[in-house]
T-cell receptor, first 114, second 113 residues
């Protein structure tokens, strides 16, 4: 059973479209992070959200943390081919403790077609 | 800015051999994490070290061991390698405080033949 359910797993859209990726859990997280990973490379941190209801924007990307800190979403506006990649959500369940593990969702493979 | 350095980048080993993967965290980061990522899968947590002590343990096989040294670099030792150990192995580090931002290395691609 996956602790973090990420959806959709695959998404293929046209350039200029909007999209939303969801990350849901029954567990409460002290923080939730979104990463983007290219093939054969390590995940690159996009954002960390820590407060319930928090919204963070990174250019065309908008990240939201649910009020109960159990879920999060990533919204991309006017997607571009350069947005193509694997998007991973990951949660940290231990509050402010060094060494706490990240639990990853299954990832969303996004393809933006020109 | 300095990143997390992993070596080697690629490694090919035969079954039953031993492999050692190295990780050099970002300076002043006090925690190191090891993850294993199989093809088409999300990263699975193996083990972590905080201030050179094991701090958390995940699904790490008994054939694997790891440690963090006085200079904060870490090594993952893998013995009696099996075909199923073929994967990308990532190391990540985080600054004091934990849980707020991990920086991953580029990984070591281990292929067991």
């Amino acid at each position: 059973t996956q602790l973090l359910e990420q959806s959709p797993q695959f998404l293929s859209i046209q350039e200029g479209e909007n999209l939303t990726v969801y990350c849901n859990s029954s567990s409460v997280f002290s923080s939730l992070q979104w990463y983007r990973q290219e093939p054969g490379e390590g995940p690159v941190l996009l954002v960390t959200v820590v407060t319930g209801g928090e919204v963070k924007k990174l250019k065309r990307l908008t990240f939201q943390f649910g009020d109960a800190r159990k879920d999060s979403s990533l919204h991309i506006t006017a997607a571009q081919p350069g947005d193509t990649g694997l998007y991973l959500c990951a949660g940290a369940r231990v509050e402010e403790t060094s060494g706490s593990r990240l639990t990853f969702g299954e990832g969303t493979q996004l393809t933006v077609n020109p | 800015a300095a990143g997390v350095i992993q070596s080697p980048r690629h490694l090919i080993k035969e079954k039953r051999e031993t492999a050692t993967l190295k990780c050099y965290p970002i300076p002043r980061h006090d925690t190191v994490y090891w993850y294993q990522q199989g093809p088409g899968q999300d990263p699975q947590f193996l083990i972590s070290f905080y201030e050179k002590m094991q701090s958390d343990k995940g699904s790490i096989p008994d054939r694997f061991s790891a440690q963090q040294f006085s200079d904060y670099h870490s090594e993952l030792n893998m013995s009696s390698l099996e075909l199923g150990d073929s994967a990308l192995y990532f190391c990540a580090s985080s600054p004091p405080g934990g849980g707020r931002g991990y920086t991953f290395g580029s990984g070591t691609r281990l292929t067991v033949v």
